[in-house]
Each structure stands twice: as structure tokens, then as C-alpha cells.
């Protein structure tokens, strides 16, 4: 009976252990600043008519916001709540003009965050057509 109820604490301790390291990839504070660069590249992607810009930046854009989706899901974090944290995100930015340097701090941000950042972003560019 004691051996059974060992077992079980000993699964569930493992459980809670495996979920809470998957969960380590992404802080609060990096989930907010990750939201907060979708919600950027989602405005650099919709931007207004008669805003300049370049259309690599749209594609850099749209594809690093794919890049974080699938990290974020990779690392164990729910789909409906990444998707609540990036409908915030993209309702305070939508609209905005375009700010390169905002845009190029998330780069940097997700470059540091995601292993191998920069190469899995170039590497959904080159899927997009």
C-alpha cells in the first residue's frame, strides 16, 4: 500500500517537473515582451496606405511572428492563451506607423530567446513563396 502510494506521489512529482521545465523556456516578462513584438509585427504587416517601408521588413515580420508561435507552443504553452496574449497585443498596435527601431529591438529580443532564432525566421522567409 505505502509502496503504491510512492509510486504515485513519485509520477506526480515527475509530471509536475517535466511540465514546470517545458514552461522555463519563456518567462512572464518574455511572454509580455513577446506578445508586445507580435502585436508590432502586426502592425509593420498591416500598416496604413502611404507608410514607407521596405516588403523584406513584412516578410521578416510575418514570419517571426509564425517563429514565435511555434516556440511558444513548443515549449508547452497553450495555444488559447498565446493566441488571448497576441489578440492584446495586435489591438494596441494595429494601426501604428512604422518604428525600426522597435522593430529591430524585438528582432534582437527574439534572436535571444528562441534558439536559433534568426535562422528559423530566415527559414519560413524562404517558405513563403
Known sequence: MLKNILKILATNCLAILISTSSMAGMSDDDKSKAWDCTGIY??????????????????KSISTVKVLKTYALEIGIPEKDWDEGVNKAVDKHYGSKYDKAKTDKCHSFVEALIPNGAERVKKVIQTLY
Not at 502586426?42 to 516578410?59: D, Q, V
Open 42 to 59: 502586426m502592425a509593420n504587416y498591416f500598416l496604413p496606405s502611404g507608410e514607407t517601408f521596405e516588403y523584406a521588413m513584412k516578410e
